[in-house]
T-cell receptor
Framework: GEDVEQSLFLSVREGDSSVINCTYTDSSSTYLYWYKQEPGAGLQLLTYIFSNMDMKQDQRLTVLLNKKDKHLSLRIADTQTGDSAIYFC???????????FGQGTELSVKP | SQTIHQWPATLVQPVGSPLSLECTVEGTSNPNLYWYRQAAGRGLQLLFYSVGIGQISSEVPQNLSASRPQDRQFILSSKKLLLSDSGFYLCAGTRGGEQYFGPGTRLTVT
């Protein structure tokens, strides 16, 4: 079945770049997403990439997609303490747009 | 832009009591709507989705049900809550390729 995997924790220093990685299994996914969740809050859509793209940049965020390896990454440049949160990778199936989520990567930013 | 509203924000209910969580969408018409549950860990599990009024698909067999009485309204219900129904319930709606989430309802069953 479909599966999305992420490492559970990442710790970086303020000002450094963060790279959060994700692998997925469904090669027919149409969209791949990155969401941010702060404690006690809902999921905030950060960015998404269509499956026919290799890269998408949006201010401090860069998404890279390697379809051959089914690997997705999110790079956050100049990471700030306010970026501390859990980041979820998700793939959308091609039937109704249901999302399959990874377990989330908890990003800890140290001053 | 699309906005998802959910209420209540928090809820404490005894085992065996009924449940009704409401989700409404503004800013778009005929969205696909979803109910997810996030358990004490982190994983999000899709419970129900709907592509239109009265059309509900269930992803997992459970103690819950969903209804979509209006285009922009999605309701999650239970006749008798179980302890295992505790969790963080999130409603989401899709517009084009973008799926947005509501603020969530934290349900504690005691």
């Amino acid at each position: 079945g479909e599966d999305v995997e992420q490492s559970l924790f990442l710790s970086v220093r303020e000002g450094d770049s963060s790279v959060i990685n994700c692998t997925y299994t469904d090669s027919s996914s149409t969209y791949l997403y990155w969401y941010k969740q702060e404690p006690g809050a809902g999921l905030q859509l950060l960015t998404y990439i269509f499956s026919n793209m290799d890269m998408k940049q949006d201010q401090r965020l860069t998404v890279l997609l390697n379809k051959k390896d089914k690997h997705l990454s999110l790079r956050i440049a100049d990471t700030q303490t306010g970026d501390s949160a859990i980041y979820f990778c998700a793939e959308a199936d091609n039937q109704g747009g249901k999302l399959i989520f990874g377990q989330g990567t908890e990003l800890s930013v140290k001053p | 832009s699309q906005t998802i509203h959910q209420w209540p924000a928090t809820l404490v209910q005894p085992v065996g009591s009924p449940l009704s969580l409401e989700c409404t969408v503004e800013g778009t018409s005929n969205p696909n709507l979803y109910w997810y549950r996030q358990a004490a860990g982190r994983g999000l599990q899709l419970l129900f989705y709907s592509v239109g009024i009265g059309q509900i698909s269930s992803e997992v067999p459970q103690n819950l049900s969903a209804s979509r009485p209006q285009d922009r309204q999605f309701i999650l219900s239970s006749k008798k809550l179980l302890l295992s129904d505790s969790g963080f319930y999130l409603c989401a709606g899709t517009r084009g390729g973008e799926q947005y989430f509501g603020p969530g309802t934290r349900l504690t069953v005691t």
